[in-house]
């Protein structure tokens, strides 16, 4: 049974940082692409950063030099470190593998000003 469960989120203070956690079981870990995506109040599921197998990455422009996901493949474990977050980040957060598809139950994160 695949299964994705997110952890890390919270509420944080403009400025500060979280890490978010996503562990995977059920399916070879190290051959899917994993990603975290987000959705806010009222807005539609934003593509967040996603990282291949091999550990290349993609981000999407409003948190370029600010996120950083990474992956351990030994842990089946894929991570977002949030750095510098702003009100505007405040969204629940998931987590999605590509091979299988499936999604996470999602976690989340509130940046008060």
């Known amino acids: 049974q695949v299964q994705l469960v997110e952890s890390g989120g919270g509420l944080v203070q403009a400025g500060g940082s979280l890490r978010l956690s996503c562990t995977a079981s059920?399916?070879?870990?190290?051959?899917?692409?994993m990603g975290w995506y987000r959705q806010a109040p009222g807005k539609e599921r934003e593509l967040v950063a996603f990282i291949t197998g091999a550990g290349s990455t993609v981000y999407a422009d409003s948190v370029k030099n600010r996120f950083t996901i990474s992956r351990d493949n030994a842990k089946n474990t894929a991570y977002l470190q949030m750095n510098n977050l702003k009100p505007e980040d405040t969204a629940v957060y998931y987590c999605?593998?590509?091979?299988?598809?499936?999604w996470g139950q999602g976690t989340q994160v509130t940046v008060s000003s």
């Open positions: 999605k593998a590509w091979n299988p598809l499936n």
């Open positions: 059920g399916f070879i870990f190290s051959l899917s692409v």
